[in-house]
């Protein structure tokens, strides 16, 4: 829940590299509903995110089955590149194990080739949505960095919960001491 | 497909309304495709059997982005939090409280200055992990004695949240104490878990506390908000 900010940055990949994650929320749907309009009143445009509509019935049998048929479910219809899954409190609390569920949605074939689902722990009754955001660009970071061996001569600027303004003027500052930098996660700046 | 005279007014873009719904429904996976199916109706009135009747009142499947809130959400929402005079807590993590923060979408004002009212402000128990692990009637109990320190209030009422369902927090037993030590009226606690049902399931359990919470010391009845 709390980790909207990130997904919502993440969300917004599309603009600059023609990526296009969905933020997904594992737990019950209000929870989703809640940051949705949130993040749509302060940016004034729509924000999408995908829930795995928990139940009692999830609750108790735990929500393995909800995510890999939310997983199967945004890939056929919605397509994007990568879900960016993160937890809530009843998830949490219930103990479901993400990568153990991702894993075993890759192993169905749910996740189509060539794309990725990716996850990060964020409880709401630890730490703020701080530590939801640097959750979120840890878990981008984990699924998708990779070293190929070469080594650019750059710099990645990775800042903590800042707004996009924020990482336009960090831009600009790295462009002015003649640094050449990436932010990430990239902002939806342009 | 042609369009049939009697689909005229149901074509969009040149397609027949079945043509569309069909289209609709291509992208979904097969299992999910029928029971979207049933949620999408041709307004087509058969003269024998009526207007078409559409699937509602149903679980959202997941994965389908969609709109609906929580039972929690119902509640403090829609039911009691929009109450002007009474002290509206959630006993949850902060995520909850603050999300359903209801600010200036509901705009009140109080008879006199006197008067109550709460309106602006986000009361919760601010649950940490370690509640989740050892309960949290304890701090319940402690908000509910500083909001009444603070602000006087003649009556609290107590939404519970996601984890408060799942540990089981007997929070009937601590408002029930509660009431007691303070002298508040009305019976305001509510267990609404954000699992059970959607928004509107929230409106139920608020129902029958509509008639006892919005009175006063004197047993009289007022208008809420």
Known sequence: ME???????????DDYEGRRVLPHSHGSQGCCAYHRSTLTRHYKEPVMAGTSSFTEGASVFG????????IHNIFSIYEPEVIAVHTTCLSETIGDDIPQIIAKAREEGKIPAGKYVIHANTPSYVGSHVTGFANMVKGMVDYLAEANGHKENRINLIPGSVEPCDMEEIKRLAGELGCPSSCFPIPPTS | MAVKPDDVHSTIVGLGADEVKMELLE????????????????NRTDPKAGPPEIMANVRTIPGIITQRGCTYAGCKGVVLGPTRDIVNLTHGPIGCGFYSWLTRRNQTRHKSPEDHNFMTYCFSTDMQDEQIIFGGEKKLRQAIQEAYDLFKPKAISIFATCPVGLIGDDIHAVAREMKEKLGLIGGGQVQVPGEKGHALCGRLPGAPLSGTVPGNRHGNRRRGV
């Open chain 1, 3 to 13: 980790t909207v900010a990130a997904g919502y940055e993440f969300a917004h990949r």
């Open chain 1, 63 to 70: 929500g393995q089955a909800n995510l890999i048929q939310a």
């Open chain 2, 27 to 42: 992208k979904y996976p097969i299992k999910v495709a029928r029971k979207r199916a049933k949620q999408i109706v041709i």
